[in-house]
């Protein structure tokens, strides 16, 4: 994973197989993470540890790329994140995230959604259909 491009499509595409330690496979040991209003999260391990609350909390964490933009090392993702509670339909959230890549791992991963919208997404959805639970 030499390009720091398709290593952000690869890692965004992992997303889905819900497992925090596949995504820590991305991560360089140090690196620095930070969602737009939270405390900035710092090494690998304690990385996987929010992505694995989450992964418990939410019955759905998807990201779509909707426009990816890459200068060297750098790499720019317009996403939406799809979210999903339990037993809830998911919830569209926009995202834009920031990305360095160095030696095929993510150094630093910046993620800017807006807290108070992608809330009121959430709450906004609807319970499952019995046949869709």
């Not at 997303?15 to 737009?36: M, P, Q, Y």
């Not at 964490?61 to 999903?84: D, K, P, S, W, Y």
């Not at 095929?104 to 959430?122: C, E, F, M």
Request: without cysteine; hydrophobic residues 45%.
């Amino acid at each position: 994973m030499s390009d720091a491009g398709e290593t952000v499509r690869q890692f965004v595409a992992s997303f889905e197989k819900r497992d925090a330690d596949l995504l820590g496979t991305f991560f360089d040991d140090a690196i620095v993470f930070s969602n737009h209003g939270d405390p900035e999260v710092r090494s690998k391990e304690n990385v996987v540890q929010v992505w694995k609350r989450v992964f418990e909390t939410f019955a759905q964490v998807r990201f779509e790329t909707i426009h990816q933009a890459v200068n060297g090392a750098i790499v720019l993702a317009e996403q939406i994140h799809h979210l999903a509670l339990p037993g809830r339909e998911s919830a569209a959230i926009p995202n834009m995230a920031t990305y360095e890549v160095r030696n095929g791992r993510i150094v630093l991963w910046h993620d800017y959604s807006d807290g108070q919208s992608a809330r009121a997404a959430l709450n906004a959805t609807k319970p499952l259909a019995a046949s869709q639970s």
